[in-house]
Antibody
Framework: QVQLVQSGAEVKKPGASMKLSCKAS????????IHWVRQAPGQGLEWMGV????????SSAQRFQGRVTMTRDTSTSTVYMELSSLRSEDTAVYYC?????????????WGQGTLVSVSS | DIQMTQSPSSLSASVGDRVTIACRAS??????LNWYQQRPGKAPKLLIY???SLQSGVPSRFSGSGSGTDFTLTISSLQPEDFATYYC?????????FGQGSKVEIK
């Protein structure tokens, strides 16, 4: 069965960096794009970016460019999302999600989410 | 960026009611529109993709329609487990923007 298992909760200070992981199983890792989506407390969903595990290409929302880096390790079927220069507004639950049907871009499987708290 | 606007932002309904949620895109997105359900404390769940296709395993009381800029999610007969927040998302272009969400509450 398809699973995306994310790393555990983190507490960070402003200005620090974080690196979250998302380990995939139950399917061919390199055949499906992975997106990152975040949700601030009590707020809606915000798209951050996407990585193609098969080609290591990435694309991110302009507001995160310069701060976000997405990478993958095909040997462990894991994608990583690093966000630098953290500020309090980055406090959120971060989700990874798989694109099931490429042409539609729909996200058919999601990780359980990682809560990141940024506070001094 | 394409802006996605949902209405209403919240609604109260009873079990058995027919519920409709609208989603409007700021420009035409053809049928590149997906709907998700999110229960409190849980990850979103895909309900509808490509505007009107039902995701495998999703009950048939959920349906989607629309094309271009105007889309609708309909729940034909609301069940207790359907009380949640619903989001539309466009996948026509990057960034893949979401609507602000529509919360369905118990009347």
């Amino acid at each position: 069965q398809v699973q995306l298992v994310q790393s555990g909760a983190e507490v960070k200070k402003p200005g620090a960096s974080m690196k979250l992981s998302c380990k995939a199983s139950g399917y061919t890792f390199t055949s499906y794009y992975i997106h990152w989506v975040r949700q601030a407390p009590g707020q809606g969903l915000e798209w951050m970016g996407v990585i193609n595990p098969g080609g290591d290409t990435t694309s991110s929302a302009q507001r995160f460019q310069g701060r976000v880096t997405m990478t993958r390790d095909t040997s462990t079927s894991t994608v990583y999302m690093e966000l630098s220069s953290l500020r309090s507004e980055d406090t959120a639950v971060y989700y990874c999600a798989r694109v099931g049907k490429f042409l539609t871009g729909s996200l058919d499987f999601w990780g359980q989410g990682t809560l990141v708290s940024v506070s001094s | 960026d394409i802006q996605m606007t949902q209405s209403p932002s919240s609604l109260s309904a009873s079990v058995g009611d027919r519920v409709t949620i609208a989603c409007r895109a700021s420009q035409s997105i053809s049928n590149f529109l997906n709907w998700y359900q999110q229960r409190p404390g849980k990850a979103p769940k895909l309900l509808i993709y490509a505007a009107s296709s039902l995701q495998s395993g999703v009950p048939s009381r959920f349906s989607g329609s629309g094309s271009g800029t105007d889309f609708t999610l309909t729940i034909s007969s609301l069940q207790p487990e359907d009380f949640a927040t619903y989001y539309c998302q466009q996948t026509y272009s990057t960034p893949r923007t979401f609507g602000q969400g529509s919360k369905v509450e118990i009347k």
